[in-house]
């Protein structure tokens, strides 16, 4: 078979970040943006697309944002999981996550009311559960975990705050400005870790989730928001 035939699996098309090649995020967000946008045509309505991700970088997650609006989907969930030994050799040593979020995406769907936090508090708190359920599997997260599992939160959050009014027209840089912009009025990465340390990841279960109460344009159903 050609794909086990090549001395190497780097190709000229592969969507990776590289300075001595000059791929930067631009590149990196448009080639996403593209595959992301014919997965969803490809799509029966309300089926998901799922798929998995992490990096170290919120700029990553943020190209994350842009291509999945720009594609018209909608994060519906997302779970932190397991992808990696620890003792892998690209990131012993490294403070690396080896937990992925699953991204679980639709064009229309419902969403849990629990789910939308509206500030760093309660986005804390729903981490604080994810945590929990991982303590339960057998796995002990790190702070690179949790910086990956918050940043997997805030792309599903701005996702669903930003796709109203979603212009994919933009330049790719414009886009993922307003995809960091809202990042940072929301209140960043860095404050949610720190109402994380605070409580030392310790906090209320989902049950006690603080969240945003106002109805949904595209309707509601007591629990779940439809979309």
Not at 111 to 118: G, K
Not at 170 to 180: F, T
């Amino acid at each position: 078979m050609k794909a086990f035939s090549a001395e190497s699996t780097r190709n000229a098309d592969e969507l990776t970040g590289n300075i001595t090649l000059k791929r930067g995020i631009e590149r990196f967000t448009k080639g996403l943006s593209a595959v992301f946008s014919k997965m969803a045509k490809a799509l029966k309505a309300g089926s998901p697309l799922a798929f998995t991700f992490h990096h170290n970088s919120l700029e990553a997650y943020q190209s994350v944002a842009v291509a999945l609006l720009d594609a018209g989907l909608t994060c519906s969930a997302t779970f932190p999981a397991p992808a990696e030994m620890g003792g892998s050799i690209h990131i012993s040593g490294t403070g690396s996550s080896i937990i992925d979020t699953i991204f679980i995406c639709r064009s229309t769907g419902k969403i849990s009311r629990r789910t939308l936090a509206n500030d760093p508090l309660s986005l804390s708190q729903i981490v604080r559960t994810d945590l929990e359920q991982l303590r339960l599997g057998g796995v002990k997260p790190t702070p690179g975990d949790c910086r990956c599992i918050v940043a997997g939160h805030l792309t599903r959050l701005a996702v669903w705050n930003l796709k109203s009014g979603w212009q994919s027209e933009q330049r790719v840089l414009n886009r993922l400005q307003a995809v960091s912009q809202w990042m940072k009025t929301f209140g960043g990465l860095e404050i949610v870790l720190n109402q994380l340390n605070d409580r030392n990841h310790i906090g209320p279960t989902a049950a006690s989730i603080s969240v945003r109460e106002e109805p949904s344009n595209g309707g509601e159903d007591g629990e779940y928001i439809s979309f």
